[in-house]
C-alpha cells in the first residue's frame, strides 16, 4: 500500500519526463539538421558541429529533466535524490559537450592544413599548436567538472573546508605533489606558444635520432628511426638543450667522410661526385664540396658536404655518394687507399746510404 501511496505522485511527473524527452528529441533532430546544413561552408565550424551532435542527442534529453525534477514538488519521495543524480549526469554531461567541442575544433583547424606535402613547417606549426592548447583546455574542463561534482556533496564540501582550515601541511605536502604536473602543464603552454618542438619534428636527444610523433599534455613521444618510441617529459624540453634539425625548414647538409693516400688526385674525385649527384634523386642542388679538411701522417681526409630537401634523403644521399665514391676509387686508383708502410730488416739494410770508397778522392765523395 506504501509502494502505491509514493508511486501515485510520480505518475504525473514520469508523463511530464516523458513528453520532454520526446520533445527534445525532436528538437535535437530538427536543430541538428540546421545546424549541419547551416555550417557545411565553414569546415572548422561543420566539424564541430558535427563531432557535437552526438553528445546533444545525450544532454538535452538530461537538461529538459532536470528541468522536470526541479519543478516536481519537494515532498515527492526521493525527489531529492533523483535531484543530485541528474545534476551530476548533467554537470558530466556539459563537460562532455565542451571537451568534444574543442577536440572538434582542433581537428578541424588542423583539417584546414595537410602536413602531406614537401613544405610541411606551417601545417605542423599549426598542428602542434592544436594539440597542445586543446589537451591543456580539455585537462581544465575536466578538472572543473570533477570540483564541481564533488561541490554538489555536502559531505565533500565540510571535508575540503576543514582540511584547508586546519592541515596546512597537508596542502604543502599535496602541492610538492601536484608540482610535476602543473609544470608539464606549463611546459606544454610554452611549446605550444614558443614551439622548439613540432609535430613530425626531427631531433637529437639523448643522442638518439627520431621524429616528434605526438605531444601530449605531459609528455612527448619520440619516434627513433629503428621504431623505437622515447617517451620524454614536456618540462625536460624546457630545461636542457636538444637539436631540432627542422626549426625553421627540413633542408639540411650531410657529410661524407673518405679517408685516402697522400697520392690520390681530387680532381678525378670532384668529377665523379658531380656525376653521381648528376643521378641522385635525393640532392636538391644547393650545395656540393669536396674538399681535403684534414691530413694525418699515414693518410688525408676527404670531406664531401651535400644537401638535401630533408634528413631522411640526406642520410641516403650520404649513402649513394660514400657508396659510389669508395667504389671509384677501388677501382680507378686502388692504390691510392689508405696503406700502412713497413720496412722489412733486409729493406732496411738495402735502404741505407752506402758510403763511398776511401781510395775515392775526396773531390769525388758524396
Known amino acids: 500500500m506504501d509502494f502505491f501511496t509514493h508511486l501515485s505522485p510520480w505518475l504525473a511527473t514520469a508523463v511530464a519526463a516523458l513528453v520532454a524527452v520526446t520533445a527534445a528529441a525532436i528538437v535535437h533532430r530538427i536543430a541538428a539538421l ?92 599549426i598542428a602542434t599548436q592544436a594539440r597542445v592548447l586543446s589537451r591543456t583546455a580539455m585537462t581544465g574542463v575536466l578538472m572543473a567538472a570533477l570540483a564541481l561534482m564533488l561541490m554538489t556533496f555536502p559531505g565533500a564540501r565540510q571535508v575540503g573546508a576543514s582540511l584547508l582550515a586546519s592541515a596546512g601541511v597537508v596542502g604543502i605536502v599535496a602541492g610538492l605533489a601536484a608540482r610535476p604536473v602543473f609544470s608539464n602543464m606549463i611546459a606544454g603552454l610554452q611549446i605550444a606558444l614558443a614551439q622548439p618542438i613540432r609535430i613530425d619534428d626531427v631531433l637529437i636527444v639523448e643522442g638518439e635520432w627520431g621524429r616528434v610523433e605526438e605531444i601530449t599534455g605531459t609528455y612527448v613521444v619520440l619516434r627513433i628511426w629503428d621504431e623505437r618510441r622515447l617517451i620524454i617529459p614536456l618540462q625536460w624540453f624546457i630545461e636542457n638543450p636538444f637539436q631540432n634539425w627542422t626549426r625553421t625548414g627540413s633542408e639540411i647538409l650531410g657529410t661524407v667522410f673518405l679517408y685516402a693516400d697522400y697520392r690520390m688526385p681530387l680532381d678525378p674525385l670532384r668529377q665523379e661526385l658531380d656525376r653521381i649527384l648528376a643521378t641522385a634523386p635525393e640532392w636538391d642542388q644547393r650545395v656540393k664540396v669536396l674538399q681535403l679538411t684534414d691530413v694525418s701522417e699515414r693518410t688525408i681526409q676527404i670531406r664531401v658536404l651535400v644537401s638535401a630537401r630533408s634528413s631522411g634523403l640526406a642520410f641516403d644521399l650520404r649513402c649513394r655518394v660514400r657508396e659510389a665514391l669508395v667504389a671509384f676509387m677501388q677501382r680507378e686508383y686502388p692504390d691510392c687507399l689508405p696503406q700502412t708502410r713497413a720496412l722489412l730488416a733486409g729493406d732496411q739494410e738495402a735502404a741505407k746510404p752506402s758510403a763511398p770508397p776511401h781510395d775515392m778522392p775526396p773531390a769525388q765523395r758524396v
Open 34 to 125: 540546421i545546424a549541419l546544413r547551416a555550417t557545411r561552408g565553414l569546415p572548422v565550424l561543420h566539424t564541430v558541429v558535427q563531432v557535437c551532435v552526438p553528445v546533444v542527442r545525450v544532454l538535452l534529453p538530461l537538461a529538459v529533466l532536470q528541468v522536470v525534477w526541479v519543478a516536481a514538488p519537494n515532498d515527492q519521495a526521493y525527489i531529492g535524490t533523483v535531484r543530485h543524480a541528474g545534476g551530476l549526469a548533467l554537470i558530466a554531461a556539459v563537460a562532455w559537450l565542451l571537451i568534444t567541442a574543442i577536440g572538434g575544433l582542433a581537428d578541424g583547424v588542423i583539417a584546414r592544413y595537410p602536413a602531406d606535402v614537401e613544405d610541411n613547417l606551417t601545417a605542423r606549426r
